[in-house]
């Protein structure tokens, strides 16, 4: 589960702070996003198209989750 920069394996201590990590889950919703606005969807099936939601919801959460572990860090190191 570590990526090449980071070597820690424990997801809460990666969290907000490697940002390889955080880059790679950025590029991975704005293409999820791009994909649900290029792509019509009505001619996905019902699957694929759920598939799709819950790629963008996953990747959204994650991302929200790095971020607000970012600022806690970034704060709770400043005082």
């Known amino acids: 589960m ?3 920069i980071c070597s820690s394996e424990m997801f809460k201590q ?3 702070r ?3 990590c955080m880059v790679i889950n950025l590029i991975m919703l ?3 996003l ?3 606005l290029l792509i019509d969807l009505k001619k996905l099936q019902a699957v694929q198209e759920v598939a799709l939601l819950m790629f ?5 959460i994650l ?3 790095h971020i607000i572990a ?4 970034r704060f709770k190191n400043d005082k």
């Open 2 to 4: 570590s990526c090449k």
């Open 18 to 20: 490697c940002k390889q």
């Open 63 to 65: 991302m929200s989750a």
């Open 30 to 32: 704005v293409l999820g």
């Open 14 to 16: 990666k969290l907000g």
């Open 56 to 60: 963008i919801g996953a990747t959204a």
């Open 34 to 36: 791009i994909a649900y």
């Open 70 to 73: 970012w600022c806690f860090h």
